[in-house]
């Protein structure tokens, strides 16, 4: 794990090579996802069930590509109860946050006889990618369909890498017939998303795609943008952790090593004012680790994008995090809140000792599908508007129509549109009013 001194020299370029360690590996993954994605395009059920045998080990026919709502029941019933408890709880939380969220329309009267409107319309049917493999996630299937669900999307489709029986874990299985998803397939990797994208036989055509997956399933995304709308690239793991004291480096070398467990690709950077914490820091980290159960994994990512960073002041902590724009910002220091307002770029920012990435990740209510690569500069969490679109509707009244008819009449003549200027100048006319023929 690199150590870096604020002010030292290199220090700035330093750090801003944790942020972009991973740029570059999408664009090769796009050439390596391509032709997947156009087999699926041309051939549909049977390219997808190709490539399952090919990368998931899965030999499936069409028929059973569908997980039945049985299925799902069973999985859920499987669960030890207390395993199932906790995630209704996380459930009923992540619901909670996210239906608070729901938009209402946006009506203004600017003058006698006009309404402007800006409505929401949730959108017809959505696809979630939830990955597979290694691990399964229910608290993704969880994070993504449940603000599906409360902005009234009309169906949620799912689709996940099966094993190699074709099976589906128990757990991903629960969380989608807990979430209200309504149709799940076995079907991962890029070919699932091109499957939503362009629809087959089996799985339908989707307007919106959201979800994480590797470096070909964003890629893929990227690819099928266009034919329909996709969420944001999802990037490996990132986590900046801010400490001012040498008490609270045992539970930040923690949380680094939680975050950094994710993917040898992974992020995580503790910042810590003065040489005291710092130390105390790189100490932990590395009294912590060889006790980890993955350990290898998280070793490459300490070695690849893991620092432990020595600032001088609370604010130069704060600039390196925001220099950084990490998908994940924990503040361990007395009035967290506080300076977590001055936060612009960060993804989600967990404020004080107490509040863990880990609670975000499973059950606190915030979303845990958050920008990464530096992207938190400018983009959001995912939420209950990801899924919904928005429409504007314009009524005018004949005399809100003749009072601003002339107006508009001169600025299409000022950009030199006479067809717009004349259309408009039809309505100071109207026919029958004994001002005109309309023409």
């Given at each position: 794990?690199?150590?870096?001194?604020?002010?030292?020299?290199?220090?700035?370029?330093?750090?801003?090579?944790?942020?972009?360690?991973?740029?570059?590996?999408?664009?090769?993954?796009?050439?390596?996802?391509?032709p997947i994605v156009e087999a699926v395009r041309a051939e549909g059920d049977a390219a997808?069930?190709?490539?399952?045998?090919?990368?998931?080990?899965?030999?499936?026919?069409?028929?059973?590509?569908?997980?039945?709502?049985?299925?799902?029941?069973?999985?859920?019933?499987?669960?030890?109860?207390?395993?199932?408890?906790?995630?209704?709880?996380?459930?009923?939380?992540?619901?909670?946050?996210?239906?608070?969220?729901?938009?209402?329309?946006?009506?203004?009267?600017?003058?006698?006889?006009?309404?402007?409107?800006?409505?929401?319309?949730?959108?017809?049917?959505?696809?979630?990618?939830?990955?597979?493999?290694?691990?399964?996630?229910?608290?993704?299937?969880?994070?993504?369909?449940?603000?599906?669900?409360?902005?009234?999307?009309?169906?949620?489709?799912?689709?996940?890498?099966?094993?190699?029986?074709g099976s589906v874990a128990d757990g991903v299985l629960a969380a989608a017939r807990l979430?209200?998803?309504?149709?799940?397939?076995?079907?991962?990797?890029?070919?699932?998303?091109?499957?939503?994208?362009?629809?087959?036989?089996?799985?339908?055509?989707?307007?919106?795609?959201?979800?994480?997956?590797?470096?070909?399933?964003?890629?893929?995304?990227?690819?099928?943008?266009?034919?329909?709308?996709?969420?944001?690239?999802?990037?490996?793991?990132?986590?900046?952790?801010?400490?001012?004291?040498?008490?609270?480096?045992?539970?930040?070398?923690?949380?680094?090593?939680?975050?950094?467990?994710?993917?040898?690709?992974?992020?995580?950077?503790?910042?810590?004012?003065?040489?005291?914490?710092?130390?105390?820091?790189?100490?932990?980290?590395?009294?912590?680790?060889?006790?980890?159960?993955?350990?290898?994994?998280?070793?490459?990512?300490?070695?690849?994008?893991?620092?432990?960073?020595?600032?001088?002041?609370?604010?130069?902590?704060?600039?390196?995090?925001?220099?950084?724009?990490?998908?994940?910002?924990?503040?361990?220091?007395?009035?967290?809140?506080?300076?977590?307002?001055?936060?612009?770029?960060?993804?989600?920012?967990?404020?004080?000792?107490?509040?863990?990435?880990?609670?975000?990740?499973?059950?606190?209510?915030?979303?845990?599908?958050?920008?990464?690569?530096?992207?938190?500069?400018?983009?959001?969490?995912?939420?209950?508007?990801?899924?919904?679109?928005?429409?504007?509707?314009?009524?005018?009244?004949?005399?809100?129509?003749?009072?601003?008819?002339?107006?508009?009449?001169?600025?299409?003549?000022?950009?030199?549109?006479?067809?717009?200027?004349?259309?408009?100048?039809?309505?100071?006319?109207?026919?029958?009013?004994?001002?005109?023929?309309?023409?």
């Open positions: 794990m690199k150590r870096i001194r604020c002010g030292g020299e290199g220090a700035r370029a330093a750090i801003a090579a944790l942020g972009s360690a991973g740029a570059g590996a999408l664009a090769g993954a796009e050439a390596e996802a391509r997808l069930l190709r490539f399952t045998r090919a990368f998931d080990g899965a030999s499936l026919d069409a028929s059973r590509l569908e997980v039945s709502r049985e299925e799902m029941e069973a999985a859920l019933g499987r669960l030890a109860p207390q395993v199932r408890e906790a995630l209704a709880l996380a459930a009923r939380r992540i619901r909670e946050f996210h239906e608070a969220q729901c938009p209402a329309p946006i009506v203004t009267r600017p003058g006698v006889g006009e309404r402007l409107l800006l409505r929401p319309i949730p959108l017809r049917r959505v696809g979630l990618y939830v990955p597979g493999g290694r691990a399964a996630y229910p608290s993704t299937v969880l994070m993504n369909a449940l603000p599906a669900r409360a902005a009234g999307v009309g169906e949620i489709v799912l689709c996940t890498p099966p094993g190699e029986d979430a209200g998803v309504d149709r799940v397939f076995r079907a991962g990797g890029a070919q699932a998303v091109a499957a939503m994208a362009f629809g087959t036989a089996t799985i339908p055509k989707v307007d919106k795609i959201a979800g994480p997956g590797n470096l070909y399933v964003s890629a893929a995304k990227r690819l099928v943008r266009g034919e329909v709308e996709v969420d944001k690239d999802a990037g490996p793991s990132e986590v900046v952790v801010l400490l001012d004291e040498p008490r609270w480096a045992a539970w930040a070398a923690a949380d680094l090593l939680a975050q950094a467990e994710h993917d040898p690709e992974a992020m995580a950077v503790g910042v810590a004012v003065g040489r005291a914490a710092a130390d105390a820091l790189a100490a932990e980290v590395e009294a912590r680790l060889p006790a980890e159960p993955r350990r290898e994994v998280i070793a490459r990512a300490l070695e690849r994008r893991g620092a432990v960073v020595e600032a001088r002041t609370r604010e130069e902590a704060l600039e390196v995090a925001e220099g950084l724009a990490p998908e994940h910002l924990e503040i361990l220091w007395e009035e967290a809140e506080e300076w977590a307002q001055r936060v612009r770029s960060a993804g989600a920012v967990f404020c004080g000792p107490w509040s863990p990435v880990p609670l975000g990740d499973y059950i606190a209510g915030s979303n845990h599908v958050l920008p990464t690569g530096g992207s938190a500069r400018w983009a959001s969490p995912l939420g209950v508007l990801d899924f919904v679109k928005w429409s504007s509707y314009v009524t005018m009244g004949p005399e809100a129509a003749q009072r601003l008819g002339e107006p508009a009449a001169l600025l299409a003549e000022l950009e030199g549109l006479p067809a717009h200027a004349r259309a408009l100048r039809l309505r100071l006319n109207p026919p029958g009013t004994g001002r005109g023929d309309g023409r």
